[in-house]
């Protein structure tokens, strides 16, 4: 079994896995850095040849990451908007949602090297339209939520690991 970080960026999905794969003994895997170690930098991957090329990609390395076992698995915070990508990784895993608050997201991401998610040129706007974009498909296929907003991360890692303990 794997337990699956998903949620928006800055979120806290890196930062808790790494710390619940210490904990656990679990391997790590960012979807995020596997795609980075493999086809270089994801702000120029996007510039050069679009996001529809990124997403391409990123399904292949969720095809390879989704056959792990005992992994702590952080995706990119899209990764749930492909159906192949949700039924590859649900066969062996359990999806726990981290969530926050709009202006944690805005505060943690504002100066990210990630590109942007849309045209807009308002970083709050740009939050909204995609958060309401992605949340319904979240919460369909969360087995667990948990807001992360007044939480430490090593809080929010012994948090899932009660939570893995009850399956």
Known sequence: MNIILIGF???GKSTVGKILSKETGWKF?????EIENKYGKISNLVSDKGWEYFRRLEEDVIGNIAKEDKTIIATGGGVVM??????NLKKNGKFILLTTSKELIINRI???DRPRLTTSTCIEEEVDKILNERMPVYLSIADYMIDTSSL???DIAEKIIKMVKML
């Open 9 to 11: 960026r800055g979120t």
């Open 29 to 33: 895997i960012s979807s995020d850095d």
């Open 82 to 87: 492909n159906s192949n990508n949700v039924q």
């Open 110 to 112: 504002k100066n990210s």
């Open 152 to 154: 430490t991360p090593k």
